[in-house]
């Protein structure tokens, strides 16, 4: 059974950078297959696809981000991480890690840590 | 981008209903499209891929249907489990993007 679990810190200053790292286990991110994703949600709001990254290193990312976003892979930790640049209070919001099959859509998620943006 | 639109955003439902959730994209997306179900501090739950396949576990009372830019998700007998966000999503093309989101709420 693939799980996933996103860790760092839940308190980030504005202008500062937000890092996340997702751990999966169950599976192997080198298998190749899938796309490892990052997906927020604003408080009380709908779901936002932040990006995705291929065993490989490609990437795609959100338009509306791209400019500040930045997703990486550790293959020999099998681990992906998001980092998100220059953050103000609108990047407060619930972030996910996802396993996205491009036949399934997002099959396995994250519990989702909650990223506040305050000073 | 292609832009999904759900409707309706809150549906009120009693046990036992038949409830249908439509989802529009911007252009066609042909069978990519994805249903989930949140509950309040959970992650989203797959249920439905390529428009209308079932995932493995869920029960068989939910189904969909469409294709091109017309979706829709239908539980024929809603039960006290279902009362949640539904959430559509488009995997046609590299840049994903959800529905707005439908919250099922006890009538």
């Known amino acids: 059974q693939v799980q996933l679990q996103e860790s760092g810190p839940g308190l980030v200053k504005p202008s500062q950078t937000l890092s996340l790292t997702c751990t999966v286990s169950g599976g192997s991110i080198s298998s190749g297959g899938y796309y490892w994703s990052w997906i927020r949600q604003h408080p009380g709001k709908g779901l936002e696809w932040i990006g995705y990254?291929?065993?490989?290193?490609?990437?795609y990312y959100n338009p509306s981000l791209k400019s500040r976003v930045t997703i990486s892979v550790d293959t020999s930790k099998n681990q992906f991480s998001l980092k998100l640049s220059s953050v103000t209070a609108a990047d407060t919001a619930v972030y996910y890690c996802?396993?996205?099959?491009?036949?399934?859509?997002?099959?396995?998620w994250g519990q989702g840590t909650l990223v506040t943006v305050s000073s | 981008d292609i832009q999904m639109t759900q409707s309706p955003s809150t549906l009120s439902a009693s046990v036992g209903d038949r409830v249908t959730i439509t989802c529009r994209a911007s252009q066609s997306i042909s069978s990519w499209l994805a249903w989930y179900q949140q509950k309040p501090g959970k992650a989203p739950k797959l249920l439905i891929y390529k428009a209308s396949s079932l995932e493995s576990g869920v029960p068989s009372r939910f189904s969909g249907s469409g294709s091109g830019t017309e979706f829709t998700l239908t539980i024929s007998s809603l039960q006290p489990d279902d009362f949640a966000t539904y959430y559509c999503q488009q995997y046609n093309s590299y840049s994903l993007t959800f529905g707005g989101g439908t919250k099922v709420e006890i009538k």
């Open positions: 990254i291929y065993y490989s290193g490609s990437t």
């Open positions: 996802a396993r996205e099959s491009r036949y399934r859509g997002f099959d396995y």
